[in-house]
């Protein structure tokens, strides 16, 4: 039977070290999903296959950033119920999680399959590219049901503080995605559906790996067939907590999109080499990303125990950690951009392009440092509905705009086009800094020791 990490206890840094590694491992090969895709497509193919498999892979980025948002509603409800001791209580997440997530797969499947053609003419797919991307995406697309269930899979794992069964499915599964872009691409020929079908194979392979290992150890809770049905007032907790980050990660992927979209209209090139520094960003990103979810896990526990100082430490360490590793990335964006662009392209033009726009990139490394554990600890305290707020802000109102009126300019780079992203991090890490603030304040003398009394916790 799986067992539950007891986060509330003993030391922080070094299990939290411990939780993240495997947590930023998982994604890392998550993330080789669509790099693979674009490096094979990328030696095997053209311009225009390039850009078809980055625009295309841009949009089921936004379709699984907001599968994940909801995902961490399970997450920090069960890491809740956990700390308060609550078990019983926790298979009913789970169970009212599966059914919630079966109508989502249902509704996102049917919804990508219909607007497959508007969603590729809203996006401006180059014209070259217009057809492969909506083959893509609508491969893809037929896959949803496996994207889904990984990451309520995950979900599940986290908030036992099991970070290491969902880093063995997804090596697995990228292994084989990997096995099958060469097979399908190198060897068939099949181009743009060749990697669309690999990923999709792969991810169905996580998904029966993840299924057989929680059959075979089962859970720690209790947990049965009658459990799977909706509990009214735990499914409204799971969407009260999902929701808001499900929205906020979506509309930052839909400014992303936004984003390929004004590029797209600039040409191939500039689609191709967007798209390929984009990629290089959701690398660059997985270690913010990490801590922010691994941040949010610990949280959970400790906020649900009422234990708040040890919540704020593990927000000092997750920002500590996060910013190290965010000043080696910035390094490596900014003096070093044409070696790793050209890792996915053989065009000198192609990786100009991706260059100019990664050296952008180099600023957000080091405020997603402090943003990405900041919302972390925001997600596990509950207070989901703020991480949505300044995440809309910042990719509605300042991203987007901000992108759109530089590609106006005359002397527009994508260097200056790139540079609205990390201008609306800028934003949203001040946002959360002043919320902190009000939050600490408001936590100030409620936590309870081991005799029922409160102590100051921030």
């Known amino acids: 039977m799986s067992k539950v990490s007891n986060f ?59 599968i994940n948002g909801f995902a961490m509603g399970i997450t920090i409800l069960i890491g809740q119920k956990l700390g308060q001791g609550k078990f019983k209580e926790a298979g009913n997440v789970v169970g009212s999680g599966i059914c919630i997530f079966s109508i989502l797969a249902i509704i996102i499947t049917a919804f990508m399959l219909i607007f497959a053609i508007p969603i590729s003419r809203l996006i401006h797919a180059p014209e070259e590219a217009f057809n492969d991307t909506v083959l893509y995406t609508c491969i893809c697309a037929a896959g949803t049901i496996f994207i889904v269930a990984y990451n309520v899979i995950c979900g599940i794992f986290r908030g036992l503080g099991d970070s290491k069964t969902p880093l063995i499915t997804v090596s697995i ?39 057989f290992i929680i059959m075979k150890q089962g859970l720690p809770f209790h947990f049965t067939k009658s459990s799977i049905r909706i509990h009214k007032d735990i499914a409204l907790k799971i969407l009260k907590y999902g929701a808001p980050i499900a929205l906020q990660d979506g509309l930052v992927s839909i400014s992303f999109l936004a984003l390929t979209t004004i590029v797209n209209a600039l040409g191939v090139i500039a689609s191709a080499g967007v798209g390929v520094a984009e990629k290089l960003a959701s690398f660059i990103m997985l270690i913010p990303s990490a801590f922010a979810q691994s941040v949010a896990v610990f949280v959970a526990q ?11 430490k593990t927000l000092l360490y997750g920002i500590c950690v996060s910013i190290c590793f965010g000043v080696i990335t910035a390094y490596l964006s900014f003096f070093h951009g044409n ?52 995440g809309i802000l910042g990719a509605i109102f300042v991203r987007i705009p901000l992108s759109y009126i ?13 540079l609205a992203t990390p201008a609306s991090t800028f934003i949203q890490v001040i946002l959360c800094l002043i919320y902190f603030i009000f939050v600490s304040k408001k936590f100030k003398n409620q936590e309870t020791t081991a005799d029922g009394k409160y102590k100051q916790a921030i």
């Open 339 to 390: 070696l790793i662009s050209g890792i996915f392209s053989n065009d000198l033009a192609v990786i100009a392009a991706s260059w100019d726009y990664m050296k952008a990139y180099s600023i957000d490394c080091l405020l997603t440092s402090f943003m990405f554990s900041l919302t972390g600890f925001f997600n596990g305290c509950g207070k989901t509905t703020f991480v949505m707020f300044q």
């Open 302 to 312: 400790n906020y649900g125990a009422k234990k708040y100082s040890r919540a704020a």
């Open 406 to 418: 530089i590609s106006k300019t005359t002397s527009a780079s994508l260097f200056m086009i790139g």
């Open 173 to 211: 599964a990228c292994v084989t995605n990997i096995a099958g872009d060469i097979l399908l691409v190198a060897g068939f020929h099949m181009g743009v559906a060749g990697v669309a079908i690999a990923t999709v194979f792969a991810q169905a392979v996580s998904v029966i790996l993840s299924i």
């Open 8 to 66: 509330t206890e003993g030391k922080l840094l070094s299990p939290l070290l411990k939780f993240a590694m495997p947590v930023l491992f998982a994604m890392f090969l998550q993330v080789m999903y669509g790099a693979v895709d674009l490096i094979v497509i990328g030696k095997f193919g053209t311009a225009a296959d390039v850009s078809a498999v980055a625009t295309g892979s841009q949009v089921m980025t936004t379709i699984t950033s907001v």
